[in-house]
């Protein structure tokens, strides 16, 4: 444990960004004082390293912590939250990114939200995207394939304030290490929005393509895996049914004489062909999720990827037991 409990803990991954997150501390120093201390979380950064120093230069107390290598942005988020909730005794948390899009001017309008009796965690919802026309075509099309796979909306990515309860339950749920907003969506948290405006890049280019944005995407859907394969499953029945009584209904029309010469062989012979893919699909979905169901889930531990923890201040206590 730490020997000072700091009111707000602000968590951010950082890779190959040692210069817009050295600006992020110090608009974080120049906004909340000494009131904030700030987890960095170097995702196995090569060319641009976060440098304690850094955090000194800013005027902001903080911890940094190495990874041994890259693990990505979402589970470099969970590793951070995994630390705070193991060795840090806070009172409110934000996780942010450290590319400027994410501004820190609006913490606290996520701490007001944050304040409500009624609510465990506040997420950032964007008013508006300045994107390229493939990413909203792209975000469009995946938030509602989202809503029909899993029945949830899904509106919001990883800027959040978090109280101490809601950092611990995260942080015990393995979802977390796969896709933190869908974690946040299925950890039934008392979960409030609210919208913000988006930033610019303090320097560099995003590190996310296409594809990463693609996968980034399945990832989110995999948190809801046994919601999915049940909701396949269903539409997989209903038209294996469906063509069944398709055929029925073809046999029906050749018995009458109503059937054109080869239009019954054709028919029928389509429709018995998906009822046998339908079926075996809805029969396989439900078979992964009660495999789903009954297999016994391991959470790795974020200590494992750590390289070393760095310290801006002397810590009264042994340094996480390494």
Not at 243 to 263: I, Q, R, Y
Request: glycine share 8%; net charge positive.
């Amino acid at each position: 444990m730490h020997s000072t409990s700091p009111s707000l803990v602000v968590i951010t991954p950082v890779f190959e960004d040692a210069e817009a997150s050295a600006r992020l501390f110090a608009e974080l120093s120049a906004i909340f004082g000494q009131r904030v201390y700030v987890v960095v979380v170097d995702d196995g950064s090569v060319r641009q390293p976060v440098e304690l120093s850094a955090l000194t230069a800013a005027g902001v107390s903080g911890t940094l912590i190495r990874l041994r290598r890259n693990v990505g942005h979402q589970r470099a988020i969970a590793i951070g939250i995994g630390y705070v909730a193991g060795n840090m005794s806070v009172a409110q948390v934000v996780v942010m990114d450290s590319d400027g899009e994410d501004l820190p001017e609006s913490i606290p309008l996520l701490l007001k939200e944050l304040a409500a009796a009624d609510v465990d965690l506040v997420v950032a919802q964007r008013k508006a995207r300045v994107e390229t026309l493939r990413f909203k075509a792209f975000y469009f099309v995946y938030k509602r394939l989202f809503k029909i796979l899993t029945g949830r909306q899904i509106s919001f990515g990883n800027f959040m304030a978090l109280k101490p309860a809601a950092v611990k339950r995260l942080a015990a749920m393995q979802e977390l290490w796969i896709h933190v907003a869908s974690c946040v969506l299925g950890s039934r948290l008392r979960v409030r929005t609210c919208a913000l405006d988006r930033g610019p890049r303090y320097a560099g280019q995003s590190k996310m393509n296409f594809v990463g944005l693609v996968l980034h995407g399945f990832r989110g859907v995999m948190v809801f895996a046994e919601d999915v394969l049940v909701r396949v499953g269903i539409a997989s029945a209903v038209v294996a049914m469906l063509a069944l009584v398709g055929g029925l209904a073809t046999v029906v029309l050749k018995v009458s004489g109503f059937a054109t010469p080869g239009w019954f062989s054709v028919a029928l012979g389509i429709l018995a062909l998906m009822f046998l893919q339908t079926g075996s699909l809805a029969l396989i979905s439900l078979m992964l999720t009660g495999v789903s169901k009954s297999g016994v889930h391991s959470q790795a531990s974020y200590a494992q990827f750590i390289d070393c923890v760095e310290h801006t201040v002397a810590l009264s206590t042994e340094e996480d037991g390494r």
